[in-house]
């Protein structure tokens, strides 16, 4: 596609559901991030994908957190019995291999509530 | 720890003028600094960025100083435009093993350009 896509835009939740987000990156881009950001915050990092290398996990917050990407296609982010402090928007981006120096190209998120 | 320090939090210019948005960060592996411009309802976009080894880089309306030695960098918005108006972001990159160009974010800082 043309450009990173996010689904759904915005999810509202109940605390200790669990919830799926999913990202569509940029066709032939290998490498893959996703990224939290709280209200009045920068952004967090939380995983990074690249190609079938095993995925650096070193962001998750903790193990209700987990992603996976098939590939170099499709990722989803599975939050797992939400809490309040989930609510963020969760972004998702992607760059060629070895182009991520230079930053990437974000979707628009999706902004999840737990309410 | 946060690692990449923005100021100011918020900021209103008029139309016309200079914004100016300073960045600090304290890991000296860092090797690229990027700017990103984020609109509500929208993921950050990429600006402008700047390697270490360069002192200053322009592009437009918009140009990044960068000082090594201070460990500082800061945007430049020259002739502010109501456009413009829209949180800005320093970002530091990274590289955490093959090609993981991890960004780490300031908190952000809200511009907005009166007319």
């Known amino acids: 596609g043309a450009g990173v896509s996010q689904s759904p835009s915005n999810k509202v939740t109940e605390k200790g559901k669990d919830v799926e987000l999913r990202c569509d990156p940029i066709?032939?881009?290998?490498?893959l991030y996703w990224y939290r950001q709280r209200l009045g915050q920068g952004l967090e990092f939380l995983i990074y994908f690249q190609g079938n290398s095993a995925p650096d996990k070193s962001g998750l917050p903790s193990d209700r957190f987990s992603a996976e990407r098939t590939g170099e296609s499709v990722s989803t982010l599975t939050i797992q019995r939400t809490q309040q402090e989930d609510s963020a928007v969760y972004l998702c981006?992607?760059?060629?291999?070895?182009?991520?120096?230079?930053?990437?190209?974000f979707g628009s998120g999706t902004r999840l509530t737990v309410v | 720890q946060q690692q990449v320090k923005q100021s100011p939090q918020s900021l209103i210019v008029q139309k016309g003028g200079i914004s100016i948005i300073n960045c600090a960060y304290e890991?000296?592996?860092?090797?690229?600094f990027p700017w990103y411009q984020q609109f509500p309802g929208k993921g950050p976009a990429l600006l402008i960025a700047i390697r270490p080894d360069v002192s200053e880089k322009k592009e437009g309306r918009f140009t990044i100083s960068f000082n090594k030695s201070a460990k500082q960098f800061s945007l430049h918005i020259m002739d502010s435009q109501p456009g413009d108006s829209a949180t800005y972001f320093c970002?530091?990159?990274?590289?955490?093993?093959?090609?993981?160009?991890?960004?780490?974010f300031g908190k952000g800082t809200l511009l907005t350009v009166n007319p």
């Open positions: 970002a530091a990159s990274l590289r955490s093993g093959g090609s993981n160009y991890k960004l780490t």
């Open positions: 981006a992607s760059s060629l291999k070895d182009r991520g120096r230079r930053g990437y190209t």
């Open positions: 890991n000296t592996a860092f090797d690229y």
């Open positions: 066709s032939g881009h290998t490498a």
